[in-house]
């Protein structure tokens, strides 16, 4: 589905028989741990610790092999994600052309730092590394959509148009 900046995440809450599916429903592919680690975050946005224990029979790990891999990758979200998300890029192209300052400001815009969310679960704010947007960055993804060449001041006015 394309996402147009300002669209609200709309994700299902986290459901334990929907995630088993999913579990299920993947657990013979070969190497299917990553493949269901996308699945779940795909469907509901984040991955709950519930999980773990599940994945672990089903595919006849240890729940601490299957937590170090879900832990080992800053892509998966342990925690339901804002309303809003702002993928801020912070690879070195981006941080050449001024994505230090653009990430400043955001993070006094939004009041937290990077990997967080704000208190009211309205944005989480996270890092992202390189969208292929690097001749025209900073560049970030807003709610899916991405936004190149931006400024301090720029940053400052998307995201206070995403969160009005
Ligand atoms: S380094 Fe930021 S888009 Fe490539």
């Given at each position: 589905m394309e996402r147009h900046q300002g669209d609200e995440m709309t994700l299902p809450v986290w459901d334990n028989t929907t995630?088993?599916?999913i579990i299920e429903s993947l657990a013979s592919e070969p190497?299917?741990?990553?493949?269901i680690l996308h699945a779940l975050q795909e469907r509901f946005g984040w991955i709950c610790d519930d999980a773990v224990p599940a994945i672990a029979e089903a595919l006849n790990w240890s729940r601490a092999e299957v937590h170090g891999v879900l832990?080992?990758?800053?892509?998966?979200?342990?925690?339901p994600?804002?309303?809003h998300v702002l993928k801020?890029?912070?690879a070195e192209a981006c941080q050449a052309r001024g994505g230090r300052e653009v990430t400043q400001r955001a993070q006094q815009r939004l009041g937290i730092e990077l990997g967080e969310t704000t208190a009211d679960g309205t944005m989480t704010f996270d890092p992202i590394y390189c969208l292929g947007l690097c001749a025209s960055?900073?560049?970030?993804?807003i709610d899916g959509a991405p936004v190149a060449r931006l400024t301090a001041e720029r940053i400052e006015s998307l995201i206070t148009k995403a969160l009005t």
């Open positions: 995630a088993q599916e190497g299917a741990l990553l493949p832990t080992f990758y800053h892509d998966f979200r342990r925690s994600p804002g309303r801020l890029c912070q960055g900073p560049a970030a993804l």
